[in-house]
Nanobody, 125 residues
Framework: QVQLVESGGGLVQDGGSLRLSCAAS????????MAWFRQASGKEREYVAA????????YYGDSVKCRFTIYRDNAKNTVYLQMNNLKPEDTANYLC??????????????????WGQGTQVTVSS
């Protein structure tokens, strides 16, 4: 049974930082590219960042470029999202997703095979 379990969310002030983690089990982690998406209350799910199987290629949504960093540790079956200079508009439930493959990550939600439940990030102004 595949599980993706996110952690690290919480309440932070405008300009603060958080690091999210997503621990994967039940799959061969290095065979998957990984992504973070977010969904704010009443809004559609939004692509945030993605990373290829080795960690050598990373991609970001326009709204988080230069503020967020995605990276992975294949030995720990974990993908991370370092979020700096957080803004109130970053408030959302952050979910990680896994898609089997060695190519460049896909931005489309439909490409992902497995999803976590998410961790809530709230940024106060």
């Amino acid at each position: 049974q595949v599980q993706l379990v996110e952690s690290g969310g919480g309440l932070v002030q405008d300009g603060g930082s958080l690091r999210l983690s997503c621990a994967a089990s039940g799959l061969t982690f290095r065979h998957y590219y990984m992504a973070w998406f977010r969904q704010a209350s009443g809004k559609e799910r939004e692509y945030v960042a993605a990373i290829n199987w080795s960690g050598g290629r990373t991609y970001y949504g326009d709204s988080v470029k230069c503020r967020f960093t995605i990276y992975r540790d294949n030995a720990k079956n974990t993908v991370y999202l370092q979020m700096n200079n957080l803004k109130p508009e970053d408030t959302a439930n952050y979910l990680c997703a896994a898609a089997r493959g060695y190519g460049d990550p896909n931005y489309a939600q439909s490409a992902y095979d497995y999803w976590g439940q998410g961790t809530q990030v709230t940024v106060s102004s």
